[in-house]
């Protein structure tokens, strides 16, 4: 995308937003230093079934106010407020259908960017530049060019950005870590990241008009122009690649986050290969039900599959009563783990709770557990983080670099399907495509927004 000025931007948006311009004045790094007891106000940016925990849960929290709420959905606007106002001490949020109109007010801390995939870079780059720190939900974003300008954003406006990976919060993704830094796993050159969770038909219907209480245009946003479709919305809208990018970014930008974090966060992959397709339901969804993808990183002799379904009824995910107790998931069915082959032992860990243990040798029967961890649900601690760090001014345990560096992984499998399950090589320090196929890809890196809804490029 050719260079946008601020000031075209603001222009450009304000067309369609009213009330943009006066954002104009609050396009400051700097924003109010808060006391160690003074609560963080905070504002949501969508108010689904994510955005609803994470703001019900900051409500109730003694170190933070929701005071805003927006959404384009008024229904689900009216709801939100309710329930917020009974979570703090009957405190009202201010509502908003507009974004822009929210991040201008002066007491406002920081927002938490619950929204499609679609809107992740939008709204955390306007966040970043009106002097607001950002909470945005995973994956961190659509594309690969719009999850670098989004660190971009953070770094230039000196925000703290954190990303909804809220395993890398938990105490113990991080013993595991310090386990397989130990060198008791001997030598690793494999790894499995599963996503194998079950699924259901994907029913379509016709175009329609949009409920008189949506305003769907803001809704699309960035995404390309398209009559209401009710599958494409609320529900539905992880179906399609005008919004996200399927389950490998939905649910499995946990699982390759942890990847990342076992191995010390390291460096984009060299190459990306892919096999998959709508195998199981040919039902008009576009992301596929089955994908495998395999990441090879030649400089660390390491090669990473990562595992895809949407249809075996026999798969699931942790149940609450294993992440909340003293107990492991049976791994053989947990849809959502990891698995670290190393020459003398290997480790299994689960998301979001469900621990991790450590097998040795299984000739002859089940193999020794040699070491183990219960887990909790870190998403309290994630949020903890996140608070602390708007009044230290420290980077979060998921700051957006992580992020990024995480969601390019899906990024990569989807575009290697998406040419057709080819395998890509990936030149990471320019985070572009080189050699066979790479003019496909590289089509793919990027997509150009709508005009009334321009991404800053750069920031």
Known sequence: MPHVSRRRFLATASTALPGVAATAALLSPHAKVLGANERVIVGGIGTGGRGTAHLRALAANEGSEVGYVCDVDANRLSNIAKYVARDQGNRQPATFTDMRHMLERKDLDA????????????ATILACQAGKDVYVEKPASYSIREGR?????ARKYKRVVQVGTQNRSAAYVKSAV???????LGTIHFVRVCNLKSGGRHSTVPDSE???HVDYDKWLGPAPKRPFNARRFHGGWYQYWDYCGGDAGNDSSHQLDIFRMMFGDPGHPATVSCAGGRFAFDDGREVPDTQMCQFEYPDKKLVVNFELTGYPQFMSKIPGAVREQDKFPHWLQCATRIEVYGSKRMLVLGRHGGGWQVFS???GGAGKVEAQEFGRRPTPAHHANFLDCIKSRKRANADIEHGHRSAVLSHLANIAYRVGNKKLTFDGENERFTGEHAKAANALVHRKPRAAYPIPDPV
């Not at 619950?114 to 809107?119: A, V």
């Not at 300008?149 to 954003?153: E, G, H, I, P, S």
């Not at 310090?178 to 008791?184: F, T, V």
């Open 149 to 153: 300008l989004m660190v971009d954003a």
């Open 178 to 184: 310090d386990y397989i830094k130990s060198g008791q």
């Open 210 to 212: 949009a409920p008189p």
């Open 361 to 363: 040798d299984g000739r």
């Open 111 to 122: 927002v938490v960017v619950s929204t499609p995939d679609h809107w992740h870079a939008l």
